[in-house]
Structure formats: C-alpha cells, structure tokens
C-alpha cells in the first residue's frame, strides 16, 4: 500500500511538472534543460527523462505539446529524412568469407561485435527479427519519434549466404511485426520458424499485402551482401522479398588489395554487380574501407575518385520556372562517359584493429599500421569534397565501441568535427532540407544526367537556387538492359526530404506538398522523350498504395505503367 502511495504521488508530480512546462515559451535545447532544473528544484523531485515527458504531452492542449515534443525528440536526425531507419540483425550464421580485417566474436554474426548498439538489442531480443522490430519500434516512440515510415535494414554479413527458408522467415517476421505494432506494443510472440518454403513464401506475401494499408508501413528494405553473391537468381529473390537496396562491402578498387585482405572477390565482381542492381532498379550502397593493409592515403583518395563520374562528365540542365519539351531533349541528347561504379550512397568504414581476427596478428607483429586521426581525417575530408551532388554519404565512421579498437581511428564524432571545421560537403545528407522552412517559390528543378554501369542515370531534383538545400529528387535509369523489358524505364529512388510526418496527418514543411508527384512526371517525360513506353518503379511494399493513386499496378514486384 506504502509503494501505491508513493507511484501515486511521484505521478502527481510529473503531471504538474509537465503541466508548467507546457506554459513556457521555450526556444532551444539549452533553455529546455535549464527549465527541467527549475521545475525539478520547485517540486523537490529528480528531472523526468525524456520518455516520461513524451508520454505525459497529452496532458497538454496541441499549441503547447508540438513545439515542446521537438525539442524532447532524442536524436531528432533519425527521422529527419522522412524516415525511420529499423536496423535488424540475423542470427550467428557460418560466413563464406575469410577476410582479414574481420573481427570474430562469440555468438554473434561475423564482423559483428557483441558491444555494438544494433547487436545488443539483438542480442536481448535473441535474434529474433519479430522482438527486434516491436523493440525498435517502441523505442522510438517513447524518444518522441512517429516510425511510421520505416526503413527495415536487416545487417548481419552475407544475407545471401543464409538458407532460403530462413531469409523468407525472418522478412515475413519483420512484416509481421510491423503490421501487429498498433494492436500488440510490446507483445512478445512465439513464432517459430516454418521449414517448408512455399508456405514461407504465401505467409511473406499476406504480410506484404497488410502492409499496404498498416499504419506502420516498411516502406524501404535493405540487404547487404558480397559482390561475387550477386546475380539474377538471388535478385530476383531480393525483390520477391521486398528489397529495393542493396548495400555491399566493396572495400577497395584494387584486386592486389582485395587479395592481400583475403577478400574473395574481385574488381571485376563488383562492375558486375552494380550493373546487375541497377537494372534490377535497385538503390546501390557501397561500403569503403580507407586505410586497408596494402594501400596509402593517396591511393585510397585514388580508389575513391575512380568510384564516380567526374564533373565535367555530367550534363545539367537548371529550370525556372517552368520547362519546356526543348529542355528535356537537350538533356537526353548529352553524350556522357561510363563509369562502371557510380555508387548511389556510400558507408566510409575506416579500418580498425580488433581482437579475432587475423589483422590484429598482423599488427601485434608489426606487419600493419593504421593511419593517423590526422591523416585519416585530411583523406575523408578530401574524400567529402569530390563526391558528386547525386551521392548520399551514410556513413563516415562503424559504430565500434572505443573499447573494442586497439589500433585505428577511435573518433566517433567525425561528421560534426567536419561541420564546426568548415568541411564542404555536397553530397545529398549535407544538403538534405531537415527542418529549414522555405516556400515553393524558392524550388528549383535540376536535372543532372551522367552514365553509369552502361546506362543513362537522370537525377532529377528540387533545391534552392544555389543548390545548398536539397528537397526532394528521383533517379531514373534508362537503359536497354533493364531487367523488365528493353523499352521500359526505371525509377531507382524517389525521396522527399523533411520531417517524417504520419501518413494523414497536418504536412510538414517538403512532405506532402506535391513534390513527389511533380517529380515523378518530370521522370516520366525524360522516358517518353528518349523513347521507352513504360515506367516500372522498385517501390517499397509501404508505399505501393502512393503508386497505385498515380495509376501504376503490381507487375512483377515492380510498379508499372504505360506511357502515353
């Protein structure tokens, strides 16, 4: 009775606190915390964290519980590009590779460590994919976030290596879960994994097809993978699964590397690789490792340039206000030179030492230094300056605990050191608009055009004027050896940046204003213009309904329409 008397009177509490914290015009972060102090001080109790807060805006009328909401998100940038990223991990599975570089820890995927933020929340979630979804999920709700637009991206090393009634298992899982999370917070299920394939794979397609209509949709699905694992049969799959991205560690450009790293794969695999997920439409990531043994910081910067068409080999073309057909046909009729790398996004995973693995013997024995912060941080930047404005740097650094390193980069930080230092960067995480207001009178359209993997690539994008602020933007790919038919086009990406905001709720400041649409025609004109009849995009399952409006049907995975 004594511990209901105190829960009742500490809850008490917490509803007066929030309530005068609703009162105060509050405008950053710094006076949020100095307020907490007061209040705390005023109701001789401890400062609430965050979540609590969250939980108790209800008690608010909306004008006070929006911009107070904001400034309590925890990590707002998570869902600053309209979505929320759900990263998943795969149970401990033997892996096909022998790399050097590879740490190996106990019971967990290989290149995974047990102390790792992903792998703990696996770890207490038991690999299960259904708990870790439910998990993530309600994670992001009590830090002030609306992970109603999800990205899934399932991590774990090889993904095509694993047995195929595991893979079906595990993404029908995670669709599960997604589709429960409004009825069954929390819930945990007892779902055990079913050994027949094909009725794994009639199970995946009526979780895909509630999706559709959930409130919590995957709208995004990524694998990561080997380049020598890539190929029609294994995409194929990937696309009957949901993916639209492909993330693959590349490493280095350079076959006396990838041999001295025991990598197994070739420069070779990877042009073919990417040539076969761009036709498939899909969204390509590479993971580069800077400071390998067998290469220098020039070299790296050497690699690097070579992965992306240079400047003065991309067209462009700039319209305001409004485009005509002439523009579009000049456009399609630039002449551009192939590049058969042409990453969509990349991860920078700077080479670090750790215990199990073979390059921490080369090191212990002298065979192996790892660069300095200093040099490290000069290739990055440079690195940061020649990556092309149609590129997305995810990454700069792994999330490996210090504790875990012992020799190589430990600054975890980098990104922003980067920023307060003055680093220019135009890659499109640099410029993507957050939460900056701006009117649609201040949109520009862009159309960039370069050729990558033997086909023509059209970013097609809504910035500022001077290109500083990135809105929204569509890759379409045009080319003879895309995998539906000769003369139909591919949208690989379609993406409006802003705050992610709930399917039917108010619009935010980019989502919701039509800029999605007006990019998609856009797309379609390039296509009709330069000969192609249809339009087929590699849609998330979430979002397949936004397509449908826009009269495109399911065909083949694909969201397909004619061509007028």
């Not at 390059?359 to 024995?365: C, G, N, Q």
């Not at 990135?470 to 895309?482: D, I, K, V, W």
Request: net charge positive; charged share 25%.
């Amino acid at each position: 009775m004594l511990l209901y008397h105190f829960y009742e009177t500490m809850t008490k509490i917490l509803d007066k606190f929030i309530i005068e914290l609703g009162k105060l015009s509050l405008k950053n972060e710094q006076e949020l915390s100095a307020a907490k102090r007061r209040l705390a001080k005023k109701f001789l109790c401890a400062i609430p964290n965050g979540s609590d807060l969250i939980a108790g805006l209800r008690l608010l009328p909306e004008a006070q519980a929006k911009p107070l909401k904001k400034l309590l998100k925890k990590r707002s940038v998570r869902t600053m590009s309209g979505i929320a990223p759900v990263a998943v991990l795969t149970t401990p599975y033997p892996c096909p590779g022998r790399c050097a570089y590879c740490p190996t820890d106990k019971d967990v995927p290989q290149s995974y460590l047990a102390n790792e933020p992903a792998v703990m929340r696996a770890i207490h979630c038991k690999f299960n994919p259904y708990e870790q979804v439910i998990y993530r999920l309600t994670a992001l709700e009590a830090n002030g976030h609306e992970p109603t637009k999800i990205e899934l991206i399932v991590i774990g090393g090889t993904w095509s290596s694993l047995p195929a009634t595991y893979k079906y298992w595990f993404i029908k899982e995670c669709f599960r879960a997604a589709n429960d999370y409004q009825k069954n917070k929390g819930i945990k299920q007892n779902y055990k994994e079913n050994s027949k394939l094909n009725l794994l794979t009639k199970s995946l397609l009526e979780e895909q097809n509630k999706n559709e209509k959930a409130k919590y949709k995957i709208i995004g699905l990524t694998l990561e993978t080997r380049p020598d694992y890539i190929n029609d049969k294994e995409l194929w799959q990937m696309r009957e699964l949901g993916a639209t991205r492909v993330e693959m560690g590349v490493q280095a450009l350079d076959d006396k590397i990838l041999k001295l790293n025991l990598r197994d794969s070739t420069v070779a695999d990877i042009i073919k690789a990417t040539r076969l997920l761009k036709n498939f439409g899909f969204k390509v990531t590479y993971h580069f490792m800077p400071a390998l043994p067998g290469s220098t910081p020039a070299h790296d910067r050497h690699m690097y340039q070579d992965m992306f068409t240079k400047l003065n080999n991309i067209a462009e073309i700039t319209v305001k206000p409004n485009i005509k057909k002439s523009d579009y046909k000049n456009i399609i009729n630039q002449k551009n030179v192939n590049n058969d790398f042409n990453p969509d996004q990349i991860k920078f995973y700077p080479t670090v030492v750790t215990k199990g693995s073979l390059l921490y013997r080369w090191w212990k024995a002298g065979k192996y230094k790892p660069y300095s912060d200093k040099a490290l941080r000069q290739l990055i930047i440079e690195c940061k300056k020649i990556t092309p404005p149609f590129v997305r740097i995810i990454r700069l650094i792994r999330d490996i605990p210090g504790e875990s390193i012992e020799a190589g980069n430990k600054i975890t930080n980098l990104r922003q050191i980067m920023k307060q230092d003055g680093t220019v960067c135009h890659c499109i995480r640099c410029r993507e608009v957050g939460q900056t207001t701006f009117t649609l009178s201040e949109v520009v359209l862009f159309i960039k055009k370069y050729r990558a993997s033997d086909g023509d690539e059209y970013f097609i994008s809504f910035e500022n004027l001077d290109q500083s602020k990135l809105y929204g933007f569509a890759r379409l790919r045009l080319a003879p050896s895309n995998v539906l038919s000769p003369t139909t086009a591919l949208i690989r990406e379609l993406h409006v940046y802003g705050e992610l905001v709930s399917v039917g709720s108010k619009k935010s400041e980019t989502q919701h204003q039509g800029l999605g649409k007006r990019l998609l025609l856009h797309a379609e004109n390039l296509a009709q213009l330069a000969g192609y009849n249809e339009m087929a995009i590699i849609s998330g399952v979430g979002v397949r309904g936004y397509y449908k409006k826009l009269g495109y049907k399911l065909k083949n995975t694909y969201l397909v329409k004619k061509l007028k």
